[in-house]
């Protein structure tokens, strides 16, 4: 279930607040210029849906955001648990960085956990199915799939070039909960 919690950044054992309902995360993360939305396909998806056919179940939603950020390219990742990657892509993803470009993702299906740290909290937002976050550029984040990452994404870009991370070299990520504890 999404999912909000919000810790001091120096305090991963004090939680400032808990919640899973949709309009109290969107109003907090809104409060540190990050966007929520929840989204509804036009049809369902097959599992295996490739590329296009993704797209086109929220071309709608898509198109908006497209053009309310002006963004110019959208495409669509899958990660499941076979990939052979997948521990690599968890560790490089788990290091805190920023982007020059913001971080626009809709969640076709599956989960993963997105920690961002702004005004000495740590928000971590764990979205799922029909959640679309949006993080600004300049934004320090991490992201973590979890130990077999299971999600499809749109994702939102003004140019891919621009989503390069700029890591920070703070270990904060490794002291903050890991998404596999929200599955228990």
């Known amino acids: 279930m999404t999912r909000l919690t919000v810790y001091p ?5 004090t939680v400032l607040l808990d919640t899973q309902d949709g309009d109290t995360i969107a109003k907090e993360l809104s409060g540190i ?5 929840r989204w509804t396909a036009s049809r369902v998806l097959a599992e295996d ?18 053009e309310e ?3 110019r390219s959208a495409d669509v990742v ?4 076979d990939n052979p990657s997948r521990d690599e892509l968890r560790r490089k993803f788990l290091a805190e960085h920023t982007h020059d470009d913001d971080e626009v993702r809709f969640f076709v299906d599956g ?23 949006s993080v ?3 934004t320090t984040h991490w992201f973590d799939t979890g130990p077999a990452p299971d999600f499809c994404a749109i994702r939102i870009f003004t140019s891919p070039e621009g989503w390069v991370g700029h890591f ?17």
């Open 33 to 37: 210029g990050v966007a929520f939305e």
């Open 9 to 13: 950044d120096t305090d991963p054992g």
């Open 69 to 71: 950020g002006g963004y």
């Open 49 to 66: 849906a490739d590329q296009a056919t993704v797209l086109k179940a929220y071309e709608r939603e898509v198109a908006r955001i497209m």
């Open 168 to 184: 920070t070299g703070d270990d904060i990520a490794m002291r903050f909960p890991k998404f596999e504890s929200e599955a228990a």
């Open 111 to 133: 989960a993963g956990a997105f920690y961002l740290r702004k005004e000495g909290r740590v928000f971590r937002v764990v979205c799922e199915r029909d959640d679309l976050i």
């Open 136 to 138: 600004p550029a300049g």
């Open 78 to 81: 899958r990660v499941k648990p």
